[in-house]
């Protein structure tokens, strides 16, 4: 069987659809699960099967397909066919309740919520709460069709993580995936000689938005349903040589002694700063490996990054680069709109690359930042996460990231309680590196104190097991109670 064809519109204004069909017009091996390996051609001949079972469900051309699914080799042949065919794969969070999984579904208008076998009873459940109809999705039958996509055609559709409530549809275009691929693909140095791994979940921004990039540039393809030590060896045994992660990941395979990978070139990561001491591991247990922070959100990333160059200055010496998320990324145009007095405001970026832009083409992150005069980006949380003491903005990011650098804390979170005099108050929630012995909240305080400004510094200090957090791994913040059950007081 021949390989897809894209229409000629495809070519002259390229989508992401044109890309990844040009990139695996070849023999070689493209997708590797378990036992499973897929050539470039049967990927999109698997493709072209996707889309013609797609095409049979009865689907509105254009409206985006909910679907249980998880990183597999079925789950990419289904994206690319239904970016090819006019049905963007929506994929939601396997790891949410039926009920939050059904409010999204009804919210899309879908009349058909698709499953892959081992999501059966969930999809069952999710159909009968949402009035949809599940089906499960087949083994996929090669068929070598023809399809076309326009640049302004749906390739997918994901969702935020939805920590303030419903998690909100983010359409990504033909034409700025290919965009993101492009640069993101740049960033990292994909290519068909590449091996990507990832554990993100599959509905993430980490998971498939990175994935498509690497499907983009013709990589082989692996890759996890969660992130596990067991299953980052697996990613090294196989000789991955980019993978993405966030720093917990890190320290969670450094302290069971699991670090180890010689063949990793690239490892990007987000979501929260690294330590000093955890990257100069990191280059001890990945020998050359190039190291990256992205930051940006499902709306739209990267917004800015920290390079490979930027990971070596800091380790030489520069730590304090590693509080900042670098400096804008290629094409992007970055403000910090309406500043404070210490220019703090909301960072917008403008770029092709980016998915939710209003009439002007900024994309509005909600979150809060400075750019220093060097046109390093440093993050102060999120709009709706500022606490307001007496007057002064506390940023709770900020305060985290001072936190999170001292060597008896693993993990930390920050919030504003109520004060009868102040307005607010700042309280931490600190998980310790040694449960046995925590730090003692005298010893945070005078950490802290040094440095950032006194209002800054939290007042109470509760010690607790864990985080609260979403199917995402961010933390909910109003899930963050005094007291805290499980946890001690150190106020």
Not at 43 to 49: H, S, T, V
Not at 278 to 300: D, K
Request: aromatic content about 6%; overall charge neutral; some cysteine.
């Amino acid at each position: 069987m021949t390989a897809p064809t894209v229409a000629q519109d495809s070519v002259t204004a390229p989508t992401w659809t044109a890309m990844v069909s040009r990139a695996y017009d070849h023999a070689r091996p493209a997708v590797r699960f378990g036992d499973l390996t897929w050539t470039g051609r049967e990927l999109l001949d698997r493709a072209g099967g996707a889309a013609d079972w797609l095409d049979s469900l009865g689907l509105a051309p254009g409206a985006p397909v909910p679907a249980l699914v998880a990183t597999s080799a079925d789950a990419l042949a289904l994206v690319i066919g239904g970016a090819g065919s006019g049905h963007p794969l929506a994929p939601l969070g396997v790891r949410m309740t039926p009920y939050e999984i059904a409010t999204v579904v009804q919210a899309t208008g879908s009349q058909v919520l698709l499953a892959q076998p081992e999501f059966a009873d969930l999809g069952d459940q999710v159909a009968r709460l949402s009035g949809s109809r599940a089906v499960l999705v087949p083994e996929l039958r090669p068929n070598g069709r023809a399809w076309a996509a326009a640049p302004d055609d749906f390739a997918s559709v994901l969702h935020t993580s939805g920590t303030t409530g419903l998690p909100k549809p983010v359409p990504m275009t033909q034409r700025r995936l290919a965009a993101r691929a492009r640069v993101n693909g740049e960033l990292c140095g994909l290519d068909p000689d590449s091996f990507y791994g990832g554990s993100a979940p599959f509905h993430h921004i980490a998971g498939l938005g990175n994935i498509a990039v690497a499907l983009a540039a013709g990589a082989l393809i692996t890759g996890l349903p969660r992130f596990t030590v067991e299953g980052w060896a697996l990613l090294r045994d196989l000789g991955t040589t980019h993978t993405s992660m966030v720093p917990a990941m890190l320290e969670t395979l450094f302290a069971a002694g699991q670090a180890r990978h010689k063949a990793l070139r690239v490892l990007q990561y987000g979501g929260a700063p690294i330590r000093p001491g955890t990257l100069r591991r990191t280059y001890e247990a990945m020998p050359g490996v190039r190291m990256l922070n992205m930051f940006g959100q499902t709306e739209g990333s990267p917004i800015s990054v920290l390079t490979p160059e930027d990971h070596r200055e800091a380790v030489a010496g520069r730590a304090e680069l590693l509080r900042s998320v670098g400096r804008a990324a290629p094409g992007v145009e970055l403000r910090v709109h309406d500043p404070g007095p210490d220019g703090i405001g909301e960072i917008h970026a403008r770029a092709d690359h980016l998915f939710q832009v209003d009439a002007d083409g900024w994309l509005h992150s909600g979150d809060l930042g400075r750019v220093a005069e060097d046109g390093y980006l440093y993050l102060s949380g999120r709009r709706s996460d500022m606490i307001i003491r007496g007057g002064e903005n506390v940023h709770p990011l900020e305060v985290e990231t001072v936190l999170a650098a001292h060597p008896g804390v693993a993990d930390v979170a920050v919030t504003g309680a109520p004060d009868e005099r102040l307005g607010q108050t700042v309280v931490a929630f600190v998980v310790p590196a040694d449960p046995d012995a925590p730090p003692q909240p005298a010893e945070l305080r005078s950490y802290a104190r040094a440095r950032l400004s006194g209002f800054k510094v939290p007042v109470r200090w509760w010690f607790v097991d864990d985080l609260p957090r979403n199917a995402n791994g961010k933390v909910v913040r109003r899930r963050l109670r005094e007291p805290c059950q499980g946890g001690t007081n150190g106020a």
